[in-house]
């Protein structure tokens, strides 16, 4: 299998490769992209910036359930990805090749079940949302289809419906995202909560479909219908710079109206990072880029209201 750089860091690394901390300092670098950690964190980190922006009470809580519940719909997808036909090997989870991720993906879903259950009722309501995510990638339907000498059953999934699948995750994600901590909160979906929940659809409807993008080749062999399979490139750059551009819109309502939602400080840098992602990354980008910086710029809200 062709090795999978991680950019940058194994520049920074390079002059230490004789050294036995290069190898144990690469290793965990690959580990926690491999694992899931790196976009579980990523995610976690937006409740910090919603608890922020709305003027919640701050808690661990809700950042730790959408923590643990990420790695753990993130590894499933990516274990029902492998067990499909034609997939190619780049593709496959890297807990073929570790173990340690498995235990990693077994406890942070029992970690799931531990906080919904302590959690108070509200939190476990909004969170039945969140099993669309579990079964979004699993196969779910099957279908007879027949050949000139046998029959084969392929079976279906949520996100195999044209155009769903990038559209699940980030609906699903930034309802979780803003509905999770209100709930923790005690507090109500304000006017003010849906216009935050749309800037973080705006950034990961984008991530998804940027990723979608990546994936142009291995989705259009295995039939899954997403954005670029069904439109192409070009137009889902189109439709992504539009989709932005009304939710912006909306945004500008809010910061008119004097409400408490993300500022233009974060929403104006966070939406051109963005969209230079979405309109310079193909398929044939290094995979690292994707897994690394894309992902990485989930981080930047946090990181900005932190230093406000």
Known sequence: MQKVRLFLFESVLEPARSRWVYP????????????SLWTAAALASL????????????????IALIFCAALTFY??????????????NEQLPAFHRSPAIVLLMLGAGVATVVLLVQA????????IVGFIALAYGIPLFPRQ??????????WHRIKDIPGAKAWIVCATIAYALTAIPLAYA??????AAVLTAVFLLMVTGSNAHVFDIRDLNDDRKQGVPTLPVLVGIPSTRILLTGFNAVGLAGLLGGWINGWNIPSVAIVLPMLLLTLACVWTLTPE??????????????????LGVGLM
């Open 120 to 127: 108070p009722i509200a939190v476990q309501k909004v969170s």
């Open 285 to 302: 980008t290094e995979r690292s880029i994707y897994n690394v910086w894309v992902d990485g710029l989930l981080f930047l809200p946090a």
């Open 75 to 88: 590894n499933l997808d990516r274990f029902a990805d492998a067990m499909m036909p034609d997939r190619s």
């Open 145 to 154: 289809l027949s050949h000139r000498h046998d029959r084969q059953t392929r």
């Open 186 to 191: 005690n507090q109500p979906f304000t006017p």
């Open 24 to 35: 144990l300092v690469l290793r965990c670098l690959h580990f926690l992209i491999d694992s």
């Open 47 to 62: 409740v910090f910036f919603v608890q922020q922006t709305l003027r919640l009470p701050p808690g661990t809580l809700p």
